[in-house]
């Protein structure tokens, strides 16, 4: 793969009335062969949007451009960036008037000029875009991962939104989400789903015989799990009234929970907790904790469930497709530009807990229709959700705003 791919960014219009990133040859100015880029934020929760930061950071640092990425000090997107190798500066927005931060912001910027700033949680822009001002003009881009229910046309937001160069959104959702909420144009929005390293989610079937080993499962037991943090709005409370009424049927299924307490939501975190240590059946049920070791686990189940009450994208669904594993999940927002219902998997409406054992159960009674799901699901992640595509369009994306800038 080549180092830089030479394109040029055009937003259109799709047959649904959204829009989403093109990228075309184009030739590019020989002054800028590497960009410097400011990664941006302060979130210390642990979910898709954050994990996808570090992850972004390093394959751009991957293909020869400085990245640094301000995050909140020791939060876990801290800890990952350190862990990849991304150079950190510390951010810690607390709320919505940060003067303190704003100057710092700007003082870094003055002594490290960068290309583009690439903004990852909305909340964050009260900092940068006064810090932007401050320092010089530098394109901006903000990433919306999850949409929001009241509109923000208000002077204020109007003034943040002025400096926002482009806005991406990561499903079809969420691109009708911004044009609906947000003072912006259509032209300043468009969609780049995110992607997924297909080499390191994959079938395995050396991990899959070493992670059920771990765990104590026979070769008899058909494994149903769910990954994410634990919060009744990711539908564990309905993953455990469907484990339980399926569990009691088939004494050869084991669930497995993957996914821990992140800030913020403890107590919700505790309550799921509770209900699995007064399950009836919890000796088929088991919860792991946090895990940086999620294509490994993937690889030790049989069905993948994702009851998310609402969902922007769903970066884990894309992650046990990649692995082969048939899906069931809620048919909320994003999941729909992943998932064609019983094509690459079976879908249900959120919260309804029996339709969500109906569909479980009809893959727990039929191996074909779970491998014929499964490999579906493999080729559709590599064809559209491919972590190096994501990559090209948004490096495409700020090679566009930097030339332009340059003008």
């Known amino acids: 793969m080549k180092a830089i791919f030479e394109s040029m960014v055009f937003i259109e219009e799709n047959s649904c009335g959204f829009f989403r990133v093109r990228c ?47 995050a909140f000090p020791k939060s876990r997107i801290h800890r990952a960036s350190v862990s990849y190798g991304v150079p950190y500066i510390p951010l810690k927005v607390t709320s919505y008037c940060h ?124 494994v149903i799990g769910i990954v994410g943090r634990l919060q009744v709005g990711k539908g564990h409370l309905e993953f455990l009234k469907m484990a ?18 992140t800030y913020g939501e403890e107590a919700e975190a505790a309550q799921i907790r509770m209900k699995v240590q007064n399950s009836p059946l919890q000796n088929q049920i088991r919860l792991t904790g946090f895990r940086n070791d999620i294509h490994r686990l993937l690889n030790a189940l049989d069905i993948f469930v994702f009851p998310s009450h609402a969902e922007a994208f769903g970066l884990v669904l894309l992650e046990a497709m990649a692995t082969g594993l048939p899906v069931v999940s809620s048919n909320c927002d994003g999941v729909v530009d992943i998932v064609t219902n019983r094509v690459e998997g079976l879908l249900v409406p959120p919260k309804e807990v029996a339709q969500l054992t109906a569909a479980v159960e009809e893959l727990v009674q039929s191996p074909e229709l779970r491998h014929r799901l499964g490999q579906k699901g493999r080729q559709k992640v590599k064809a559209q959700f491919d972590l190096e595509q994501m990559v090209d369009k948004i490096e495409d994306l700020y090679f566009t705003l930097a030339l332009s800038n340059n003008r």
């Open 24 to 70: 075309e040859p184009m030739n590019r100015s020989p002054r800028i062969k590497h960009l410097k880029i400011l990664q941006v934020c302060s979130s210390r929760s642990w979910g898709g949007m954050e994990m996808h930061v570090p992850i972004l950071a390093s394959k751009l640092q991957q293909r020869g451009h400085d990245v640094v990425v301000a």
């Open 99 to 222: 003067p303190v931060q704003i100057k710092k912001i700007a003082e870094w910027l003055r002594f490290h000029p960068v290309n583009v700033v690439h903004c990852h949680y909305s909340k964050d822009l009260w900092a940068v875009v006064p810090a932007l001002k401050m320092a010089g003009k530098v394109p901006l881009i903000l990433v919306k991962h999850i949409g929001t229910q009241k509109p923000k046309r208000d002077i204020l937001h109007r003034f943040l939104y002025k400096n926002v160069d482009f806005i991406i959104a990561n499903s079809n959702i969420i691109c009708q989400n911004i044009l609906n909420t947000h003072p912006v144009t259509p032209k300043q929005v468009g969609m780049i789903h995110l992607g997924i390293d297909m080499q390191r989610f994959s079938p395995n079937s050396a991990l899959r015989r070493e992670v059920r080993r771990e765990f104590g499962y026979t070769a008899e037991n058909l």
């Open 244 to 261: 339980e009424y399926l569990g009691e049927r088939y004494s050869h299924l084991r669930f497995l929970i993957i996914g821990g307490a």
